[in-house]
């Protein structure tokens, strides 16, 4: 499954078909046609791989800085002067500002090609994360976070192209191994080390990593990359409205699904005035972008079969990645009361196993037919979220060790061929556009998932807490009991009333089993939604793999 360097698929025109030869060979009607397969490969040179390793790492930092300041939110708002609902836009900016743009990447790189695009949005980055540094209110700080989200947003997709263009068999496989390692690894790890340099040094020191390795890699990019010329002539027809149609579409839907949880949705009026703005934005969008001869994002793309449903499933990854990577460490925080180190050694497992299994993973991808690969990866997730469904309050490191394991290595199954049969499939004049899309929907994935699984918390947490406390009756022996217990332990450490200090002590522990109960129910929703994964896996067809040898 590759794209670069190789002819684009085979269409059809009615009339101009040659005859069929005599006892043409039999084909399998459910392979795609691989593109790559029809022209000898390149074999890649040093350059290559240094150039695509750093844009391989210049993308890791652009994933990590969405999750990098959420273990330092508190720490960030002291600084700034912020209030706890202001100091969210901390990481709301950002996402906002990445998910306009991911989806214009591809316009953009044919406008001035990939190496001057990647190359601007490295320093451009680089530049917004020495501005964060260095902010003294909440308005800059936002500003220079969009600033960041924005430039983020165009490298992410650009490495994808470059690597299917560059590279072919074992030495895709590999590539695409890592890009999925790195991908994982920055969510999952984002958190963990976001608190270690909070800790250790100060909350500045989130943004002031990123200017020395955001400068080498673009000198690096630059020196190295050349893969496609600039498309000037663009210009004269470039769709702005349909850029603006987009930008309002999409920041204002990012907008809702962040804040809406937190502001019980619809009943606050800015949302709900996001919502209907969004909502008409959409209409025209599409209308725009289905209708103008140079749309600014090409959604014919989804035309293709196997790159729908591929983006589908990277959906569904995208749900569970961001949805397990907030759930669990929110776990470990509310119920066992962890500290962000504790949180950071807990989840690391994950990260710990994906590294494990990363040298396996192309060897398999290889030999199995993808479709399977991503069936057994969607199955083992199910069955991880299904095992990590059974935390009680006292779930630690080595209860959550297994399931958290278990997550690692069907990430690693389920991100690698998700990939590959959804851009592999792809003839080469789609590959930037669908580059931006495939990752749009990742991104999607998380924000919904994310919106999805705070709603239900609320909603689960009140019904739970409802349940419980119809139990909590004082007359009942074993209440009784328990007051009579922590009244006369609290009675000498307390001057006050100890048994409303034992009732306070009581309904916290409703709260902290309310809270147990919810998460539980949370985590068997991801794993019903991979489940559905598995189901879905045969409206897909067979792809041939670009990893053959």
């Not at 990098?68 to 500002?97: F, P």
């Not at 990359?225 to 990012?254: H, Q, W, Y």
């Amino acid at each position: 499954m590759s794209w670069a360097s190789a002819l684009p698929l085979r269409r059809s025109r009615l009339g101009r078909e040659p005859a069929a030869p005599p006892n043409p060979a039999p084909a399998r009607s459910a392979e795609l046609p691989s593109p790559a397969s029809t022209t000898p490969a390149q074999e890649p040179r040093l350059r290559d791989w240094i150039g695509v390793l750093a844009m391989v790492f210049g993308q890791f930092m652009a994933i990590m800085d969405v999750q990098i300041v959420t273990s330092s939110l508190t720490q960030i708002q002291g600084g700034l002067s912020a209030t706890s609902q202001e100091i969210s836009w901390v990481q709301t900016a950002y996402l906002i500002a990445d998910v306009v743009m991911v989806p214009m990447s591809g316009t953009l790189s044919r406008l001035v090609s990939t190496r001057v695009m990647f190359v601007v949005a490295t320093l451009g980055f680089t530049a917004a994360s020495a501005l964060c540094a260095t902010a003294t209110s909440l308005s800059g700080m936002i500003l220079f976070r969009a600033m960041q989200g924005f430039c983020g947003g165009a490298m992410t997709p650009a490495v994808f192209p470059v690597v299917y263009t560059k590279f072919r068999g074992p030495q895709l496989a590999s590539l695409m191994v890592l890009i999925s390692l790195i991908l994982n690894l920055s969510s999952t790890l984002g958190p963990t080390i976001g608190g270690f340099l909070t800790d250790t040094f100060s909350w500045h020191w989130l943004f002031l990593v990123n200017i020395g390795p955001g400068i080498l890699v673009a000198l690096v990019v630059w020196a190295t990359i050349d893969i496609d010329k600039p498309e000037l002539s663009m210009l004269r027809n470039f769709d702005v409205t349909g850029l603006i149609l987009m930008a309002i579409f999409l920041g204002c839907l990012e907008y809702v699904l962040e804040e809406g949880p937190r502001w019980d949705w619809f009943s606050d009026d800015t949302i709900f005035a996001c919502g209907v703005v969004s909502a008409v934005a959409s209409v025209f969008f599409f209308w725009r972008v289905l209708t103008f001869r140079q749309p600014i994002v090409d959604l014919r793309t989804f035309l293709n079969r196997n790159f729908a449903l591929g983006s589908f499933y990277t959906f569904i990854i995208g749900t569970g990645l961001y949805g397990a990577t907030y759930v669990i460490p929110l776990f470990l925080a509310q119920v066992r009361g962890y500290n962000a180190w504790q949180i950071g050694e807990t989840v690391v497992v994950t990260g710990l196993a994906q590294m494990l299994m990363s040298p396996f993973t192309a060897h398999i991808a290889r030999r199995m037919d993808l479709r399977l690969m991503l069936a057994i990866g969607m199955g083992l997730f199910a069955v991880a979220m299904y095992l990590t469904a059974s935390l009680t309050n006292q779930a630690g490191f080595w209860e959550l060790f297994f399931p958290q394991a278990l997550r690692g290595c069907a990430l690693m199954f389920c991100y690698l061929p998700a990939n590959m049969i959804s851009l592999g499939s792809l003839p080469p004049d789609k590959l930037k556009s669908g580059a931006g899309l495939y990752n749009l929907t990742r991104d999607l994935g998380g924000a919904i998932g994310l919106a999805t699984i705070g709603t239900i918390m609320n909603d689960r947490l009140h019904f739970h807490w409802n349940r419980l406390i119809e139990d909590i009756n004082p007359a009942r022996p074993a209440v009784q009991h328990f007051l009579e217990m922590q009244t006369s332990r609290l009675d000498p450490m307390m001057a006050g009333d100890p048994g409303r200090a034992a009732m306070k002590l009581l309904a916290n522990v409703v709260q902290r089993e309310a809270l147990v109960m919810t998460f539980n129910d949370v985590i068997m929703l991801l794993s019903g939604l991979f489940v559905l994964g598995v189901v879905l896996m045969p409206l897909m067809r067979r792809p041939r793999s670009a990893m053959a040898r």
